[in-house]
C-alpha cells in the first residue's frame, strides 16, 4: 500500500522540523524522516548549548507550535556590544553598542537552549498530524510527475522532497548540485559559564586576533542563577588545546578575555567543539527537490545567524510552497530560490568579511576596523540598518 502525501522533509532537526509542522499547520498532508532517534535527544540535563534566535524568527516557531511549548524560558537579548582588543587587555574604547529600546519595545531575539528547541519539537510532532518516521532512511526516487520514497517496509509519494538534512545533505549529493566550501582554519569551543554578576541581557562580540569571542545572555537555573553560553573562537590547534583544559583552565581563559566583566566564573554543562566553515549550495533547487537550512548553506557564526538564515528558509517553503496548487512545481521552488538565495549569499558574504577583516593584528586593519566600529556608532541611520538586521528585518 502506498501512502500519498504532499511534501516530504528528510531531517527532523530545528529547520526541517519547523518546516513540517509549520505545512502541517498550513493544512499540507507532511510526512518527516530522520535517521536518528529524536527522544534520546531530550536529555534532561543542562549542557550549554543554546541558540541566538532573531526576533523576525519567533513568527514560523510559533506557526510551528514551538514557541508556547519551549520547556525552558527563552533569554531576552536587549543590548549588543561590539568591541575589538587583544587577549588580556581592556577592549579598545572605540566600540559599538546596540541598545533594543533605540527601535522599539522589542528585544533583538533571544537566546534559547539546545535540549528547549527539541524538547518542544517532540511534543509538537507528538500532537501533529506530519507522519513521523525516526529512526528510519529513506530511499528517494525524483521524477518530474513527482517522488517517490521507500522508508522501510513503507511506500509513500509527495509533490515535493525538502532537504533538511545538513551540510553533507545526500538528496543534494544525489542531485548532483554543486557545492563551494570555504575553510577559516579555526574552531569554536562552545561551553557555558555560571557568574557572580548578572548579564542584564546583554549579548558581547569581542573581536580578537585568533576569531571572535562571544558572550550570550542566558535564563538562570536554580543552580546557577546566571549563565551565559561562551562560543570562543581560535585557530584549529589552539582551540583543541584549549577544549582539552581542565575546566578550572578553560575558565581561567575565558576570564582572561571576559576582563572580570561578568565577575567570577566557572563552568556549567558541558564543552563542545565545532570546526568552522561557510559553504554554499550552487542553486536551492532541482526536479521535485529544495534544499533548506544547512543543506543549501553555512555561513561563520559570528553572529549567531546560521539557524536564523534556516529558519527564514522554513518560513519561506511553509508560505511559497505550502500555498501552491503543485508545491513541486518548478516556478514554485525557482520563486523560493529568488526570495532566498540572495538574502543567504549576502548574509555567508558579509560574516566572511568581518570575519578575515577581525582575525588578523596587522594594526592599520586594526586601526580601520576600529575606526568602523566608531562611525557606525556615530550615524544613526546606519546604526539603525544595522540594528533591525540583527533583529532579523
Known amino acids: 500500500m502506498t501512502q500519498d502525501c504532499d511534501i516530504a522533509v528528510v531531517g527532523a532537526g530545528p529547520v526541517g522540523g519547523t518546516l513540517a509542522l509549520a505545512l502541517a499547520a498550513r493544512g499540507r498532508k507532511v510526512l518527516l524522516i530522520d535517521k536518528a532517534d529524536l527522544k534520546p535527544m531530550e536529555h534532561p540535563d543542562f549542557d550549554g548549548r543554546a541558540y541566538a534566535i532573531a526576533h523576525g524568527c519567533r513568527a514560523v516557531l510559533a506557526e510551528a507550535g514551538l514557541w508556547e511549548r519551549l520547556p525552558y524560558a527563552p533569554c531576552p537579548i536587549l543590548d549588543i556590544d561590539v568591541t575589538d582588543g587583544k587577549p588580556g587587555q581592556p577592549p ?222 522554513a518560513a519561506a517553503l511553509a508560505e511559497i510552497a505550502g500555498g501552491a496548487a503543485d508545491p513541486g512545481a518548478e516556478p514554485v521552488l525557482r520563486a523560493y530560490q529568488a526570495r532566498q538565495r540572495p538574502i543567504n549569499m549576502a548574509m555567508l558574504l558579509g560574516m566572511d568579511a568581518l570575519d578575515r577583516l577581525f582575525s588578523t593584528d596587522f594594526p592599520p586593519l586594526r586601526l580601520a576596523r576600529d575606526l568602523g566600529l566608531a562611525a557606525v556608532e556615530r550615524l544613526p541611520g546606519l546604526k539603525r540598518r544595522f540594528m533591525l538586521a540583527a533583529m532579523g528585518h
Open 92 to 313: 579598545s574604547r572605540l566600540s559599538l553598542h546596540f541598545g533594543h529600546s533605540a527601535i522599539g519595545d522589542e528585544p533583538f531575539g533571544w537566546i534559547i537552549e539546545a535540549r528547549s528547541v527539541r524538547v518542544a519539537l517532540n511534543a509538537a510532532l507528538a500532537q501533529s498530524s506530519v507522519i513521523l518516521r525516526a529512526p528510519a532512511e529513506a530511499t528517494v526516487t525524483r521524477a518530474a510527475e513527482g517522488v517517490t520514497l521507500r522508508v522501510g517496509h513503507e511506500n509513500f509519494t509527495a509533490r515535493l522532497v525538502v532537504a533538511a538534512e545538513g551540510r553533507h545533505s545526500p538528496l543534494r549529493a544525489q542531485a548532483g548540485i554543486p557545492v563551494t566550501r570555504l575553510p577559516y582554519r579555526q574552531t569554536a569551543v562552545i561551553f557555558a559559564i555560571a557568574h557572580e554578576r548578572p548579564h542584564h541581557n546583554v549579548a558581547w562580540e569581542h573581536f580578537l586576533p585568533g576569531g571572535p569571542f562571544a558572550v550570550l545572555p542566558m535564563t538562570g537555573t536554580i543552580a546557577h542563577p546566571h549563565l551565559s553560553a561562551i562560543v570562543f573562537t581560535e585557530s584549529d590547534a589552539n582551540a583543541r588545546l584549549l577544549h582539552a583544559m581542565d575546566n578550572e583552565a578553560l575558565a581561567a581563559q575565558a576570564q582572561t578575555r571576559l576582563g572580570g566583566r561578568l565577575g567570577e566564573i566557572e563552568l556549567a554543562g558541558r564543552r563542545w567543539l565545532h570546526p568552522l566553515s561557510a559553504m554554499y549550495a550552487a542553486r536551492y533547487y532541482a526536479t521535485r527537490l529544495a534544499l533548506a537550512g544547512d543543506a543549501a548553506h553555512g555561513v561563520h557564526p559570528i553572529a549567531g545567524q546560521g539557524l536564523n538564515l534556516g529558519l527564514r528558509d
